[in-house]
């Protein structure tokens, strides 16, 4: 079990996270990719701008990528990073994409979400902070963890397929993830 010590002086347990750290409630680290709200708002279409810039949610089973298992990487639909495979997908059940875990640790930051009368924490990419989901301690082996991630975050690019120019962007830029 390992522990964290929150603003309050309040210790918050948590199991199964491994390396992860969790950013306090509220707090805003910075970001390689920055933009302004109207540029946000001009490249993402309005349901991606509610999901990713004002951590809105879609409705269970309405996704396009709850039940869907090709083989590929999911990228982050802000920035174009990668942030999951495919083979860290798994049906949970819950009406989201799910995933044990990310292409690497660096790929995310996680953040505690106390919004809705609820205690979660919110999964973030580490471009740009957009907000993807949020992780969950009941998760299948080896991790234990379930990414529950928005599909509307998230861009998915088959194996052979050519991946839009977002993508091809970042990793033009940052090269390819060691995964």
Known sequence: MKSKVGKSGRTDKLAS??????LPAGETPSFPLEKTEE??????SDFQYRILREQDTERACTGIYDDHYKEGTYYSA???QPLFTSGAKFHSGSGWPSFFQPVSPDAIVLRWDCSHGMKRIEVMDSGSGSHLGHV?????APTGLRFCINSASLIFVAEGE?????VKEYL????KPDS
Do not use: H
């Open 17 to 22: 996270l491994g390396d992860f750290e969790i």
């Open 39 to 44: 540029q946000w708002r001009k490249q993402l």
């Open 78 to 80: 802000a920035t174009g």
């Open 136 to 140: 969950f301690e009941d998760g299948p």
């Open 162 to 166: 050519e991946p839009p120019l977002i």
């Open 172 to 175: 033009a830029r940052y090269g």
